[in-house]
């Protein structure tokens, strides 16, 4: 059964340090999405792409956080620089088409960030 | 006000009991419903959709009432594998944005 990767799985570093993660998509889904779970809470969605383009990034906090997807596959997350608040697990999703309401969307392992 | 709002628990359980789960939403333009379950540290998983005539998977019933903006999951026969984290999903917006409430913690015991 296809499934998203990510990596790396953990990532412990410092505050005020550049972080990046990675994300490739189950083969053929047009669409991407990055989450930020906090613990005890529910996944927040931070930017999703259709393709290689950005469809929403309302919650994405655009001062210290970017998204890419270049070539309209995988997809990297950076953090730069990082704070004390942002550790949390970072999960990457695909879904097939649109992100239509009939599309499930498949979550990666995620990664789980400690920042010190 | 959150947008999707659920009793966090923990409910613990025995094997066998019967449990049930609420959630409530606050936009009455969601479109779509649905139930992920997600195990400690793991990834959500979609467990169900759930649709307005309500709908039944084996040991698992999910009911939605859009006027009174509820959504329900009732698990029958408890197992020790079902103890995980439910989700309560919505689906809105423009490009069907999922948003998920804080979710419901089960613990089965034997």
């Known amino acids: 059964e296809a499934e998203v990767a990510q990596s790396p799985r953990y990532k412990i570093t410092e505050k005020s340090q550049a972080v990046a993660f990675w994300c490739d998509p189950i083969s053929g889904h047009a669409t991407l999405y990055w989450y930020r779970q906090i613990l005890g809470q529910g996944p927040e969605l931070l930017v999703q792409f259709q393709d290689e383009s950005v469809v929403d990034d309302s919650q994405l906090p655009k001062d210290r956080f970017s998204a890419e997807r270049l070539k309209g596959v995988d997809s990297t997350l950076k953090i730069q620089p990082a704070e004390l608040g942002d550790s949390a697990m970072y999960l990457c999703a695909s879904s097939t088409t649109s992100g239509g309401s009939t599309d499930t969307q498949y979550f990666g392992p995620g990664t789980r960030l400690t920042v010190l | 006000r959150k947008e999707v709002e659920q009793d966090p628990g923990p409910f613990n359980v025995p094997e066998g009991a019967t449990v049930a789960f609420n959630c409530t939403y606050s936009n009455s333009a969601s479109q779509s419903f649905f139930w992920y379950r997600q195990d400690c540290r793991k990834e959500p998983k979609l467990l169900m959709s759930?649709?307005?005539s309500g709908n039944e998977d084996g040991r698992f019933t999910a009911q939605l009432n859009r006027a009174s903006q509820y959504i329900s999951l009732l698990i029958r026969d408890s197992k020790l594998s079902d103890s995980a984290t439910y989700l309560c999903v919505v689906m809105a917006g423009g490009y069907n944005k999922l948003i998920f409430g804080a979710g419901t913690r089960l613990a089965v015991h034997p």
């Open positions: 759930v649709y307005s």
